[in-house]
């Protein structure tokens, strides 16, 4: 084992760099998102610091290298990561609260939290390379095969996190296990250098990172449910709601607030967002719905009211994260019914893969601005909503945006992306005022017919919400967006400012 000290520690730190970087999109999701802002911003941080780490530690290799030191790197990493799991709620509060941008804000908060381990990181293996060496006559064959072991580490890292790691532990628990892993490769390199004092400041600091940041499993008034799945970080909260003051439990997925269900046993069959009663329009402008798909099931919540007003219908649900159906059933009270049927996958897989046809097709995946799929929205998916829909079918996708101004470019972009594909286009703004450049829910509801339908319904509440027609002109100043070309993060930025 001793032979090979060099090579496993190498292989090890390899692995906790890739693992760290991918644990870190979800420690900044919840305050930064998911966009390629935040990728870009992780990985060109980390990039740079292991740059920095390569300089550093090669520069102090031939400074007369021994174990001793490199134990001391390791130990130094070891604890740097435990910080991060120790501080980083209270680090990103502080600059949410304190930067409006995002882009600046995905910058900051990467560079505060994950320069210093990535540096630290990066040292080992020029200095492994440097203990490594017996002779110049075998130095090329010697850092060949220590970064190739490196290498190979962030391979298994990436896969191990991707796969595993993060539906199984959890951040601040994959923070903790990789605190343990440095550690004990620290203890490999030179064990008489982990003294007791080192031991016992390590147990400390980790063991405060793990139970000092323990989430409760058991949802109270005041508690939080803290769960991470292969494709979110997911919140789940009780609180009141905005309008009724009600008593409500929240779904919050990375960055944004994603449902909410009554807790009172005589409001739970109520819808609490408002913009999920304008899905209820599918009844004005498909009078007949036999067939229903959902693009986005999350807590489940419409698919609950569409099963209770549609007492003949069926509805098939596409919802990426299996994780999210698991909480709705545990959480949110959704039932198993013969006439839903959920899919655990992409949505625009699912369009490109299914042959079946729908009078009504509902889009609800598009969150807040912080992580928007961009492949939903180009004209390619449109054609796809188009083709999947009967020959009088319907679309009602909501957007949050503005519909003029600044805020109001993804939505632009996205409504004439529509047009190009649908013959009729319309938009119901939720919380109607002159104001368009007011940040709103907008059910843009797309007919597939060429016929002009009726704007009156005698049911009182769908009059209320066809009076919410916007008869205005939206300005055309966009591109359509394509597979090719949809800058989506780059229009929703200004929302997020």
Not at 328 to 351: P, S, T, V
Request: net charge negative; proline share 3%.
């Amino acid at each position: 084992m001793k032979k090979y000290t060099l090579e496993l520690i190498v292989f090890l730190s390899g692995a906790t760099v890739m693992i760290l970087e991918i644990v870190g999109s979800r420690v900044l999701a919840p305050y930064v998102g998911t966009s390629t802002f935040v990728w870009t911003s992780i990985i060109g941080i980390i990039l740079g610091s292991l740059s920095l780490g390569y300089w550093l530690g090669g520069k102090i290799a031939d400074k007369n290298p021994s174990f001793k030191t490199l134990s001391e790197i390791l130990f130094i990493g070891a604890m740097l990561i435990a910080l991060i799991g120790l501080f980083k709620e209270d680090v990103l509060v502080l600059l949410q609260q304190n930067i409006g941008s995002i882009k600046l804000n995905s910058i900051v908060s990467s560079f505060i939290l994950f320069t210093l381990p990535s540096v630290v990181l990066g040292m080992v293996s020029p200095y492994a390379v440097r203990l490594k060496m017996k002779s110049v006559t075998s130095s090329g064959r010697t850092v060949g095969n220590l970064y190739a072991l490196s290498t190979i580490g962030s391979i298994v890292g990436t896969f191990l996190a991707g796969f595993y790691l993060l539906a199984i532990l959890g951040n601040t628990k994959i923070l903790f296990l990789l605190t343990i892993v440095l550690l004990a490769a620290s203890a490999i390199s030179f064990a008489k250098n982990f003294t007791k004092g080192k031991v016992v400041l390590a147990l400390l600091i980790v063991s405060y990172t793990v139970f000092g940041n323990f989430q409760t499993l058991n949802l109270a008034v005041g508690e939080v449910i803290d769960i991470d799945s292969d494709y979110n970080r997911i919140w789940i909260y009780e609180d009141k709601d905005y309008y009724t003051n009600s008593p409500i439990r929240n779904l919050q997925i990375n960055s944004n607030n994603s449902s909410s269900m009554f807790i009172e046993d005589e409001k739970k069959n109520e819808l609490v967002y408002p913009y999920t009663k304008f899905y209820r329009l599918a009844e004005h402008f498909a009078p007949n719905l036999e067939t229903g798909l959902m693009i986005g099931g999350a807590a489940y919540s419409y698919p609950k009211d569409f099963l209770l007003n549609f007492p003949e219908a069926t509805l098939d649900v596409v919802e990426i994260d299996p994780a999210l159906t698991e909480i709705a059933k545990e959480h949110f009270e959704l039932e198993e019914n013969e006439r839903l049927n959920i899919y655990h996958e992409d949505g625009r897989i699912f369009l490109n893969n299914s042959e079946k046809k729908y009078d009504v097709i509902f889009g609800d995946a598009f969150s807040g601005g912080y992580s928007i799929p961009y492949h939903l929205t180009t004209i390619e998916a449109v054609q796809k909503i188009y083709d999947a829909l009967n020959e009088n079918g319907v679309a009602l996708v909501n957007i949050i945006s503005s519909i003029e101004g600044e805020n109001g470019k993804f939505f632009r972009a996205e409504y004439y992306t529509y047009k190009e594909i649908f013959p009729q286009v319309y938009l119901f703004p939720v919380h109607y005022t002159k104001n368009t450049e007011n940040l709103q829910n907008i059910m843009l509801i797309a007919l597939k017919s060429a016929e002009i339908p009726k704007f009156t319904n005698s049911n009182a509440e769908l009059q209320g919400y066809l009076e919410n027609l916007y008869t205005e002109k939206v300005t055309n100043d966009l591109p359509i967006l394509t597979d090719e070309f949809a800058p989506v993060d780059q229009y929703v930025m200004p929302m997020l400012k």
